[in-house]
C-alpha cells in the first residue's frame, strides 16, 4: 500500500483480483433490503418469465453469495458484471463469486 492510499484509506484493485471479505455484512441494513429485494426476486418472480441463467450459480444466487462475502458495495458491483456477462452468447459452466 503506498502512503497515499494509507492516507486516505482507499485500496484499488488489480485486474482479476477479489475485493476484501466483509465479516460483518449481517450488521448493515442496506445489505438487508438488497438482500431482501433479491430474494423477493427469487420467489415472487414466477421461473417461466425469467431468462434462463447460463452459470451455476444463477445470477441472483451470485449476487447473494457475494453480498455475504464481500458486502453490499463489492456484492452488487459483481453481481451486475455477472449479469452483463450472462446475456449474450458465450461459454456456460460455474462460476462462483
Known amino acids: 500500500m503506498t502512503a497515499n492510499q494509507a492516507s486516505t484509506g482507499k485500496r484499488h484493485l488489480r485486474e482479476?483480483?477479489?475485493?476484501?471479505?466483509?465479516?460483518y455484512w449481517f450488521l448493515n441494513p442496506i445489505a438487508w433490503c438488497v438482500l431482501l429485494a433479491v430474494t423477493?426476486?427469487?420467489?415472487?418472480?414466477?421461473?417461466?418469465?425469467?431468462?434462463?441463467?447460463?452459470?451455476?450459480?444463477?445470477?441472483?444466487?451470485?449476487m447473494e453469495i457475494a453480498i455475504h462475502k464481500y458486502g453490499v458495495t463489492a456484492g452488487v458491483r459483481l453481481g451486475w458484471r455477472r449479469f452483463r456477462r450472462c446475456v449474450g452468447f458465450g461459454p456456460t459452466g460455474e462460476d462462483w463469486p
Not at 482479476?16 to 465479516?23: R, S
Not at 415472487?44 to 445470477?59: D, M, V
Request: proline residues 19%.
Open 16 to 23: 482479476g483480483e477479489a475485493p476484501p471479505l466483509a465479516p
Open 40 to 62: 423477493f426476486y427469487q420467489v415472487a418472480i414466477p421461473a417461466r418469465t425469467k431468462p434462463q441463467c447460463r452459470f451455476i450459480p444463477s445470477c441472483s444466487q451470485y
